[in-house]
């Protein structure tokens, strides 16, 4: 087999900033690095920058994050093999993320309607939200009345 090289495009797709390269660790996985004459270690490699997140400027446009390449030693199959032979050969990332969310909540003075005024909002109800770009979303905001000072909210 030829010698080969594996290099990666990372790019943050979100809205966090990862401040610290050391915080992006991308390996690869799926094959036997003896058998590529490479160690373990050799296969797990930290980003070489940070990278900003997704911003919008102040005209409203989208300004795409940063993107950065991995590179991996140069590998090569020493084994004496016959015919094709298949190789799953996956990149594994794990980084530092952040979820924002919004939603509209409704507190008031009477949460139980005792006084019998009516007011603007109800405090038994799902909100909506709207959630910045990461992996994981909150989908609704419910919240209940708990008592004539407390509301409870529960995240989805």
Known sequence: ???FQIGLKVENKGEFNI???DNIKVSITGINPSDFKVSSSDLQKSSPD???GISIDASGNTVLGDYTTVEFPEMQYFTAISGSVPFTIRANVCYEYDTKTQGQLCIRKDLRG???EAGVCDPNRVNPTENSAAPVQISQI???VAGPNKVDFFFT
């Open 114 to 116: 005792v006084s019998g």
């Open 50 to 52: 940070a990278l900003k």
């Open 1 to 3: 087999m030829e010698p």
């Open 19 to 21: 401040d610290s390269a």
């Open 142 to 144: 419910k919240q209940n």
